[in-house]
Every structure is written in C-alpha cells, then in structure tokens.
C-alpha cells in the first residue's frame, strides 16, 4: 500500500493505494482517487522554470509547460529548457520549445516582455 498526499486541491487527503489494484481509499472525492491512481501509474507534473532571455529590461524570462508531462520526462524537459534563449518581445503563451521531450506538451511564456 503506498501512502500519498492529494494535491489536487488544498484539503491535502492523505490517500493510499493499493499498488495491484489501485485502489485508492482516504480520499474525499472522485478527483482523489483519480490522482492516487494516475501517481502510481504514470505521474504527471507541469513543470515551472526560467529560460536566458535577450531584453533590455529583464535577463530570464519564466516559462511552464502547458499541460502536465510526464515526470519520468523531467531532467530531459529541464535540459531543453536549459539550452532555450528567448529574444524580446515575448508574450505570455508563447511557444518556445514545441513538443518538449516528445512529452506533446509546449514551454510557453508566462510573462509578457516588451523590450
Ligand atoms: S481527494 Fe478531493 S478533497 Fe481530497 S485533496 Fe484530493 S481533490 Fe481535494
């Protein structure tokens, strides 16, 4: 039986599922035990992070993925962010790396840069 913390919302149910079956009890809600399965199946997480940006105004621009990816796809996410330069202007939603680790998820812009 493995022992999680929902953080699908901010109650924070203490769930456990069952590694077989996974079956998910100590849940509050049907999104609950979605999640308890989905984490042991396949996690998922949107990934948050900064990328190098060419402006007069600012020097990293932050981006995220646009859907959750796969958390097994993390460090090779990370790394094509790593190697990522932006150049102003840039808006938020933006699309600076498509299909990021073969994941289908985009990194997208979440602010808007000018100049
Ligand atoms: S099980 Fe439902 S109520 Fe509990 S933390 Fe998850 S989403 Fe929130």
Not at 18 to 42: H, I, K, M, Q, W
Not at 58 to 86: G, H, N, Q, Y
Request: aromatic share 4%; with cysteine; charged share 30%.
């Amino acid at each position: 039986m493995k022992e999680l913390i929902c953080i699908t919302c901010p109650k924070g149910c203490h769930l456990k599922v069952d590694e077989e079956t996974f079956a998910v009890t100590g849940n509050s809600c049907p999104r609950g035990a979605v999640y308890g399965a989905n984490e042991l199946r396949n996690p998922v997480r949107v990934i948050t992070s900064t990328v190098r940006l060419e402006s007069e105004t600012f020097r990293r621009l932050p981006v995220k993925t646009d859907r959750a990816v796969p958390k097994a796809k993390m460090f090779e996410v990370m790394d094509e962010i790593a190697r990522v330069r932006a150049h102003a202007p840039v808006k938020v939603g933006d699309i600076l790396i498509a299909n990021v680790a073969g994941t289908d998820g985009n990194v997208v812009a979440t602010r808007t840069v000018e100049k």
